[in-house]
């Protein structure tokens, strides 16, 4: 059998570093792409880049996908069998201050990458969604057949956009397509604008965490690794004659979450118990484009694909800490 080629957006982004090494360990040729923006410490991105660099079925194209004949070039050259879009504008909070760096990246990228795969048909094309769609939805755990038009933030407007979007091309074009709305994704090489990330920093320097509406948070945190499974289990399911969609179109949405909602206070003591240290807690009003808590049904993709997380949020923060602590030194010494 040939070897398959897979296309990985955001490559040099957190679960796409997981995801590219993933692959390619289980035998594909991966193409990946990302712009390597700013909106966190490009350091970060590069030293995964170079780690993936090494690998020799990978190859990179530092690309902007706001860039449509790039991409299309791109998409052209690999004919790639499958496309994981992951790039994106991330952040709740940053989207209410930069509304238009979100619809160059999510809405304007992901519009160049379904206009690639309309020219070029992958047999699949999976994307990333986001929890947050569900917004100011309060029956929980939250399901994919659930409403999802109240957005508390532009983030999560966009990130609907986004699945309304790829059902528009899989109806008009038929293309398989998997929306993938993640649940607070955390571990190794993790994003240092996410919680977990500043916390741990904060902890480990001395410095005092901020806990937001009386620190009365829950959250469905899930460990990158359980989430490569997710991933993985869906990529040889596309959408087709047996699951289409209630409009007849190969399109369909998945939670991947760890299906059990974790309060900020034991959050924080699996911190304390990592790093050994205490921290001092101090207490903020709720966020503008925030919600209280976040939580997955999980019972679609696990009945597809055996989806069944099994990393504990005190197991993952530990090796989340374990490799912080090796990233600065790194970079210390």
């Not at 679960?15 to 993933?22: A, D, P, Q, S």
């Not at 005092?208 to 690794?225: H, K, Q, S």
């Not at 101090?282 to 990393?311: N, S």
């Not at 197991?315 to 600065?328: C, L, N, Q």
Request: charged content about 20%; hydrophobic content about 40%; overall charge neutral.
């Amino acid at each position: 059998m040939a070897q398959r080629t897979i296309l990985v957006t955001g490559a040099a982004g957190f679960v796409g570093f997981h995801l590219v090494r993933h692959l390619t360990e289980g035998g594909a040729r991966v193409v990946g792409i990302d712009n390597l923006n700013a909106y966190y410490d490009p350091a970060l991105k590069s030293a995964r880049l170079r780690l993936l660099e090494e690998i020799p079925a990978f190859r990179f194209e530092r690309l902007d996908l706001a860039d449509h004949e790039g991409v299309m070039d791109a998409v052209a050259r690999h004919r790639p069998d499958v496309v994981v879009h992951l790039a994106a504008q991330a952040g709740v909070r940053h989207s209410i201050e930069a509304p238009r760096a979100y619809a160059a990246s999510n809405l304007d990228g992901f519009l160049s990458v379904l206009e690639a795969c309309r020219r070029h048909p992958p047999s699949h094309l999976l994307y990333a969604s986001s929890s947050s769609v569900y917004g100011a939805n309060t029956k929980v755990p939250f399901a994919e057949s659930d409403p999802v038009d109240l957005p508390v933030s532009f983030y999560a407007a966009t990130k609907r956009a986004n699945e309304v979007m790829a059902r528009s091309y899989a109806h008009l074009y038929a293309i398989p397509c998997s929306g993938l709305r993640f649940f607070t994704v955390y571990g190794p090489w993790g994003r240092p604008d996410m919680a977990y990330y500043g916390f741990t920093e904060a902890i480990l320097e001395g410095r005092p965490i901020t806990l937001f509406n009386g620190g009365r948070m829950r959250r469905d945190f899930t460990y990158v690794g359980d989430v490569l499974d997710g991933i993985c289990g869906l990529i040889d399911r596309p959408p087709g004659s047996h699951d289409v969609d209630a409009g007849g179109a190969p399109h369909q949405i998945y939670n991947i979450g760890n299906n059990e909602p974790v309060e900020l206070a034991r959050f924080v003591t699996a911190i304390e118990t990592a790093t050994g240290c205490r921290a001092e807690r101090r207490f903020e009003a709720m966020q503008p484009g925030d919600v209280t808590e976040t939580y997955a049904d999980i019972a679609k993709l696990g009945a597809l694909t055996g989806f069944a997380p099994k990393t504990s949020i005190e197991d993952g923060m530990a090796r989340f800490v374990a490799w912080y602590r090796e990233w600065r030194a790194g970079r210390a010494g």
